[in-house]
């Protein structure tokens, strides 16, 4: 769904602040591979993706690891960047061919001033940053490499047949043989 009909479905925006964002945004479509958002760096944007598959992911020890998933209806952003205006830690790199509209933060910002539908847009972005943060972290601390993959395959089937092994691997905390291992006793 292209994000101004989601916008209206499921934040009640009215018209103008719709056009608004529409005059303000920008779609792009990005290939597979292709980095939106290098590690290090800084943006306003906030990505909302249409269509495709992304992954946030950091560096340790030169070493890319996913951090999270991202799909069609969701949005993204490096909260670094967008809420504190530092460099953002994580990337964010197309998965599949992408369809992915950058909205500048300063925009949303601004219109939330006036409008209690923009805060309750900021305050989704916010918190399925939060959740996924939280979960993720709970996720490694509390549960085995078998039980994170349980649940990876309850909650998000589709990342499972649309992600590369190697990156399912390095977001449940494990090495693509250890993932092998644990699909192979399923």
Known sequence: ????????T??????????????????KTYEKKAVILDAGHYSQNVFFIEQGLVRMFYYKLDKDITHYFFSEQTF????????????????IEALEPSTITLIPFDAISKLAS??????????????????????????????????????????HPNILLRAPLGDI???LGI???????????R
């Open 114 to 155: 006036r409008s209690i539908a923009m805060n309750r847009l900021i305050q989704t972005i916010l918190l399925q940053a939060l959740i996924g943060f939280s979960t993720r972290l709970q996720s490694l601390q509390f549960e085995t490499a078998q039980e994170r993959y349980q649940k990876l395959m309850e909650q």
């Open 169 to 171: 691997a390095s977001y």
């Open 1 to 8: 769904m292209q994000l101004i009909p989601y916008l209206k």
């Open 76 to 91: 993204a952003a490096g909260t670094e960047s967008v809420f504190y205006h530092k460099k953002s830690m994580y990337g």
């Open 175 to 185: 090495s693509q043989q250890t993932l092998s291992v644990i699909r192979a006793q």
């Open 10 to 27: 499921a934040f009640g925006l009215t018209d103008d602040l719709l056009v608004y964002l529409e005059q303000v945004s920008v779609t």
